[in-house]
Nanobody, 123 residues
Framework: VQLQASGGGLVQPGGSLRLSCAAS????????IGWFRQAPGKEREGVAC????????YWPDSVKGRFTISRDKAKNTVYLQMNSLKPEDTAVYYC?????????????????WGQGTEVTVSS
């Protein structure tokens, strides 16, 4: 069972994108859903997470105030709204899940990793 991330693309610096994370085989409502990214040559890092009943968590200081994670229970989808994009946001973005309301920092706690969606910020 995998989550499906979509919505990536090529955008100019300062632009916006909204990524979607959807699941067809299970209900996301009872899971914390995290967004992660991996830039070329770098390790995968956490970006944001929303617990099943808790508020959002953002990890890199660089995305705070620019990225917003949200959940649409009716659509069984979690979104990552990315504004004021910078070239350093270029990466493949993944979503993954962990049962429960909390968002662990360790990536190894997460499951159901999908294939990711590529985001390129360039002029």
């Amino acid at each position: 069972v995998q989550l499906q991330a979509s919505g990536g693309g090529l955008v100019q610096p300062g632009g916006s994108l909204r990524l979607s994370c959807a699941a067809s085989a299970f209900t996301l409502e009872h899971y914390a859903i995290g967004w992660f990214r991996q830039a070329p040559g770098k390790e995968r890092e956490g970006v944001a997470c929303i617990g099943s009943s808790a508020g959002p968590t953002y990890w890199p200081d660089s995305v705070k105030g620019r990225f917003t994670i949200s959940r649409d229970k009716a659509k069984n989808t979690v979104y990552l709204q990315m504004n004021s994009l910078k070239p350093e946001d270029t990466a493949v973005y993944y979503c993954a899940s962990v049962i429960g309301s909390l968002c662990p920092f360790e990536l190894s706690e997460y499951h159901n990793w999908g294939q990711g969606t590529e985001v390129t910020v360039s002029s």
